[in-house]
């Protein structure tokens, strides 16, 4: 089994910063792409930040400038610190990840359970 457990998600006011954490944990072989996802209410669920086992980063525009996103692989953790925070980011934020378990040739998306992010006055 694979878990992803987030962390960090509060309420906080516009221009403020939140960090969260998401660490995975099972029986982990590899971890591919790690990162995080956001839904608001009525809305689909976007990409918001990504990091590639190679070292490579991709931003939604929304997020550039924002947001900053990093991994230490030594801790299987994702980190996602978002600064200048507006309403519009106020959303359920998703940890996801593509793992490939032991003893098994490919690997596959996980998600963690969500948490949220509410930035309001």
């Known amino acids: 089994q694979v878990r992803l457990v987030e962390s960090g998600g509060g309420l906080v006011q516009p221009g403020g910063s939140l960090r969260l954490s998401c660490t995975a944990s099972?029986?982990?072989?590899?971890?591919?792409?790690m990162g995080w996802y956001r839904q608001a209410p009525g809305k689909e669920r976007e990409l918001v930040a990504v990091t590639t086992s190679h070292g490579g980063i991709n931003y939604v525009d929304s997020a550039k400038g924002r947001f900053t996103v990093s991994r230490d692989n030594s801790k299987n953790t994702v980190y996602l610190q978002m600064n200048s925070l507006k309403p519009e980011d106020t959303a359920v934020y998703y940890c996801?990840?593509?793992?490939?378990?032991?003893?098994?040739?490919?690997?596959?998306?996980?998600w963690g359970q969500g948490t949220q992010v509410t930035v309001s006055s």
């Open positions: 099972g029986s982990i072989a590899r971890i591919n792409d």
């Open positions: 996801n990840a593509d793992i490939r378990r032991l003893g098994t040739i490919d690997a596959v998306r996980y």
